[in-house]
């Protein structure tokens, strides 16, 4: 959770490099530290911390200068020399092979599948079984959760199985050497070194031992995948034993996780989202990011398509939202949904999030079909629609083939001059209506798209 910026590869993806990285990372590494407990005292009282070569000579240049830094700041010697003293290459950052050592920093899976086949594992059948019987064989626990936080116990279980499986895929990497090689390597040397230090801090206060500090690829650790700033800020010892294990202790992982979620705003009881029904001739351009009142929507003749009354828990604004556009499921989203995106701030993992708590609880969806037959752009296209739309004076923002809000809004805009079906969703037919008669631009740079 919460790699903000970086491309946080969805579980899947994730889950996938582990197992590929899974030798690079099994076992200690030369020169690693006691493992068991805080490392003692022994080290000398002041100047450089000697350290044995990585055989990474970028990587020993930025150890040593990290170190005096840390040390500068007050940060404990012997933890700092623990953490650091046994961190070596790991291929998916520093390989030479750049198809390895890009590919999980490029590869977002939230952005380059269609949203249907982002939700086959969220919502699959294992997948939601197994939240269902976590529910069943801890009723106590989720109880206790539930009355100490205020956060519905199926959130907690879908964001429990999105993160990990249910605590089954922690990620083995050591978090000190995932992030110095972060660090190293360089584009986000700023987040990794910051997180590194949040890192010591941890063992520096006790809340963690040395050797729990397990990690994904990218530096998040425990059952529920806090960095260690959200770490810092949020981790719980539910069980009051002194220690915030997020690793091997699911009381405190997910009292983690669910101060977290109350701390960003979450409100129990009301819904995440609602899958709604249309009139004819609905103005899809409400569909524009924007809260309205529910009042509003009910003007507008937005029903629940499941029948009946809208029921929010008292939750009185809303946004509409079309995943999929006009053909597609459509749904209001409530405040719980934004609280969602503080883990992962992208709108297909708060939807999968939503969906897997509803189905966890006995609520399948959507009732709408998706429209499998509107296959959506590739990154590639999705750039030329970009450039289109912002020759044509309808601002999409960066030309970055993500099909962000702002990309929506535009393409929206650009519809709504041509009297089409205002949706923003990005299709094929877009793409040649946008880029036709455009002075060329991007027309050399269509592709087939994905098949
Ligand atoms: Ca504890």
Redesign the pocket.
Known sequence: MIQTGIARTQWVAAAAMSALLASCAAGPQPGTPPVAGNPPVTAPAAGAIKYTSSGHAAMDAWRIDFSSRALEAGHDRAIVESLLSGIAPIPLWLGSDMRVASTGISDQAEFSKPIWDYLKVPLGESRISNGRDRLAIQPALFADLEARYGVDRQVLVAIWGMETSYGAVIGNFDAGNVLANMAVEGRRRTFAERELLAVIKMVERGDAERSDLLAGWAGAMGQTQFMPTTYLAYAE?????????VWK?E??ALASAANYLKKSGYAMGQPWGLEVAVPAGFDFSLADGNERRMDTWRAAGLTPIAGGAFETGGADFSQLWLPAGAEGPKYLLFNNFTVFKAYNNADSYAFAVGMAGDAIAGKTGPMTPWPQHLRPLSVADIKTLQAGLNARGFSAGPVDGIPGRQTKLALQGFQKSRGLVADGYPTREMLALVIAGNGGVGVSSVTDGPS
Request: aromatic share 8%.
């Open positions: 010892d539910f069980d009051g034993d002194g220690h915030k294990d202790n009381g405190d």
